[in-house]
């Protein structure tokens, strides 16, 4: 093993290469002095510095390679050599080996780790020569966890639970036995939904048994059936979990809960809703680091991003995020709040509720107990002295009068809002009650978007499409396309599709359109001067990506209407 003798402190050096202020410094030792954790984590932990920063820098610093678990191939050799509790236990992940010449890479976040590295010598009878690489301690739990598996599968859990009656099965109402199998299930539920990237959880009761869903790049797939009379004791644990009143069954109730999972902080929403069968629960799962995509990622275009760019350099102005529910409009308003986001800034945001915690940006949740709902919350902020303000959602009209006030008054204001399309966005405003002549001039753009799978690119099959497919692609019959269907492989767990990504159309407002605005003008009005002007609708948006492979036609068809001919 390689060593570099360091010649600073860690947090000397960091400061010295400009990553953190002598504040942050000086926060952080404070902070050590009453935790004692390593430095290096704690200033990760006050979000002072990325993860990835410090990885390489300590790679430098020990004269080590560093490595990015997620995007290596692993290899099965090696992982055989190591057992699963000896790479849990010591945090440490075997990433090649050569049996021939008996040397066997791995992955540690401490390569000096002195215990680990003699606990598997020892394991390996010392016949492997070891090299170390360094990982961050995230990326090794969750790449433990994604190649070793989880030390309790479910169905195994489930074959010692069911043959039990309830009382028998049931943990203690306080639900702090941890090693309960009732209490495991539902532990390996949690963390089976977040390795495979669920958005939410669905506990459904029927008549005679349990069902449970998760929702997968935008759609439900059927998961588990567990026996009916498990339920109730699985809702009192998932209750006080969630904070919720055990004795309440007849009244819908919201609760929150956070768990470690993988390395990283993974919060769940909880919400009750009384059913003919019993309380249905529905968990949305909501991953931190996944939360935030960058800026040029979203799925736009050059020319289309670089219109998004210009919209959101103007000084003040409203921008709007529209589509249904689900569409991916906060993670969009997220990703444009991270790009801006600079000390010179004042940003603050409203959100039901806060999702993702950002550094540096003031962030509120609505609270029903304060009073504080979108507008009574502008009106506050507006004496916070911001410079940017985010509304989580457009409802009413005092919101949306209240958001062009503060736009009025120079701020940028980034809000999202339930319509169809962008140019659809409009009259929504107007039909709230807002006045043309107050909305004219004070719209920066809009964006209006939907998810769509992406095809595995594993299994994902080319054919020719048939006549009304090419009507629907707007394809001339002799025109010789080729586009791809989902067939379902071992890698996409045989659903065809892996992943998604969003279909968006942006439109940025001008003296002409505003014009428009001003006299009222049809959807159909504003639409066809946008389109003169560049606008990509949806559906144009969607057949590319069609005719790009990336997606199917019948996935774009389920979310964008490409019959469409007025907004």
Not at 171 to 179: A, E, K, L, Q, R
Not at 372 to 377: E, K, M, P, Q, V
């Amino acid at each position: 093993m390689n060593s570099a003798m360091p010649s600073l402190p860690i947090g000397s050096q960091l400061l010295e290469l400009g990553h953190i202020s002598d504040e942050q410094l000086y926060l952080a030792l404070q902070e050590q002095s009453r935790h004692h954790r390593p430095l290096g984590d704690l200033l990760v932990h006050l979000g002072f510095l990325a993860e990835d920063t410090l990885r390489n820098v300590l790679a430098e610093r020990w004269g080590q390679q560093s490595v990015e678990l997620d995007h290596i191939a692993i290899d099965q050799v090696a992982l055989d050599l190591v057992p699963r509790e000896l790479a849990a236990r010591y945090q440490l992940l075997p990433l090649a080996a050569d049996l021939g010449n008996r040397q066997l890479l791995v992955a540690l976040s401490d390569p000096n780790d002195v215990v680990a590295l003699d606990q598997l010598r020892a394991h390996l009878d010392d016949k492997f020569r070891i090299s170390t690489r360094l990982a961050s301690p995230s990326d090794l739990q969750r790449a433990i966890a994604r190649h070793y598996g989880e030390p309790h599968s479910i169905e195994d859990l489930l074959r010692r639970i069911e043959p039990e009656s309830p009382a028998t099965a049931a943990p203690t109402t306080s639900s702090n036995d941890d090693s309960h199998p009732l209490v495991k299930l539902i532990d390996a539920m949690l963390v089976e939904a977040v390795r495979h990237a669920a958005s939410d959880i669905h506990f459904e009761p029927e008549s005679g048994f349990l069902r449970v869903r998760y929702r997968l790049d935008g759609v439900l797939r059927q998961m588990h059936h567990i026996h009916r009379s498990l339920w109730p004791t699985m809702l009192v644990r998932l209750k006080v979990m969630s904070g919720m009143n055990i004795a309440e069954t007849r009244a819908p109730q919201d609760g929150h809960f956070s768990r470690t999972t993988s390395g990283h902080t993974i919060d769940f929403r909880a919400a009750t809703h009384p059913t003919l069968h019993g309380e249905n629960l529905v968990l949305r799962i909501l991953d931190r680091q996944r939360g935030i995509v960058p800026l040029d990622q979203l799925g736009l275009d050059a020319e289309a991003l670089a219109t998004l760019h210009r919209i959101i350099a103007q000084p003040e102005g409203i921008v709007l995020v529209t589509g249904p529910t689900g569409s991916g409009k906060t993670t969009t308003l997220y990703s444009i709040l991270s790009h801006i986001n600079q000390a010179s800034l004042n940003i603050m945001t409203l959100e039901d509720p806060v999702e993702y915690p950002i550094a540096q940006i003031r962030q509120t949740s609505l609270n029903e107990t304060a009073k504080l709902d979108f507008a009574s919350g502008i009106r506050s902020i507006m004496r916070q002295d911001p410079d940017i303000i985010l509304v989580g959602e457009i409802r009413d009209q005092a919101t949306a009068e209240m958001a062009l006030r503060a736009a009025m008054t120079g701020h940028q204001v980034y809000a999202t809002l339930h319509s169809n399309s962008a140019v659809g966005a409009i009259p929504r405003l107007l039909d709230l009650g807002i006045l043309p002549d107050l909305l004219s001039g004070n719209l920066s753009g809009i964006l209006a978007q939907r998810l769509v799978r992406v095809l595995c690119p594993h299994c994902k099959q080319p054919y020719s499409p048939g006549l009304a497919e090419r009507q629907s692609l707007d394809l001339p019959p002799e025109h010789d396309a080729v586009i791809f269907r989902p067939t379902g492989c071992g890698h996409c767990q045989q659903q065809g599709y892996s992943g998604r990504r969003a279909l968006m159309e942006l439109l940025r407002l001008d003296d002409e359109l505003d014009e428009l605005i001003a006299r009222r003008a049809s959807p159909r009005t504003l639409k066809r001067l946008a389109q003169e002007r560049g606008f990509r609708p949806l559906a144009q948006a969607a057949r590319q990506q069609v005719a790009a492979g990336i997606t199917s036609l019948a996935e774009v068809m389920r979310v964008v209407d490409l019959t469409a001919r007025t907004a």
